[in-house]
T-cell receptor, first 117, second 115 residues
């Protein structure tokens, strides 16, 4: 079974600064997807960024980027120019690529990020 | 375009009562997921459906929990009888079967409190 570990229960950052959230995972599969989801106080789960394991290039979405280290099974999220609206719980998640028949997501326990003014 | 719709948003019930949570996935999405979120256990997948057929229910905690998807636009998660340890936020999510993005679109969740 796959496991996802987020070792930082809480983090804080000053507005406009950069912060990196850590995630490691354990799997014997070679083909899979990794995600970061954001859950603000509204409780809504929002996809932040996605990475396909077969792609060597790190995914980027505006101020959000990842550092995907497949051999180390590491998938960290970097948030640049942090904004107050980035305050949220961030979840790392894993999905096997089983040919389009299994979309089961395994989530980490989450990191609570607070952006301070 | 409407997102995933869940009802009710909040539910307070007494131990032993039956609880039914409802979900309407995004139109055209063929896969539907039920998750439970608690402080202790985080986000756990309970069950998911592809084309209205249950594929994996290994996360369903016990026989008190049941889920159905009678058609492509509606699913229920039922707890009977409910217990205080069932208190949690229950999320429904959907995704297009065979979609290339694999993004799951989550509903707003139902906060269940069992007293």
């Amino acid at each position: 079974a796959q496991t996802v570990t987020q070792s930082q229960p809480e983090m804080s950052v000053q507005e406009a600064e950069t912060v990196t959230l850590s995630c490691t995972y354990d799997t014997s599969e070679s083909n899979y997807y990794l995600f970061w989801y954001k859950q603000p106080p509204s409780r809504q789960m929002i996809l932040v960024i996605r990475q396909e394991a077969y792609k060597q290039q790190n995914a980027t979405e505006n101020r959000f980027s990842v550092n995907f280290q497949k051999a180390a099974k590491s998938f960290s999220l970097k948030i640049s120019d942090s904004q107050l609206g980035d305050t949220a719980m961030y979840f790392c998640a894993f999905m096997m690529n089983s040919g389009g028949s299994n979309y089961k997501l395994t989530f980490g326990k989450g990191t609570l990020l607070t952006v301070n003014p | 375009d409407a997102g995933v719709i869940q009802s009710p948003r909040h539910e307070v019930t007494e131990m032993g009562q039956e609880v039914t949570l409802r979900c309407k996935p995004i139109s055209g999405h063929n896969s539907l997921f039920w998750y439970r979120q608690t402080m202790m256990r985080g986000l756990e997948l309970l069950i998911y459906f592809n084309n209205n057929v249950p594929i994996d229910d290994s996360g369903m905690p016990e026989d008190r929990f049941s889920a159905k998807m009678p058609n492509a636009s509606f699913s229920t998660l039922k707890i009977q009888p409910s217990e205080p340890r069932d208190s949690a936020v229950y999320f429904c999510a959907s995704t297009p079967y065979g979609g290339v993005s694999y993004e799951q679109y989550f509903g707003p969740g139902t906060r269940l409190t069992v007293t």
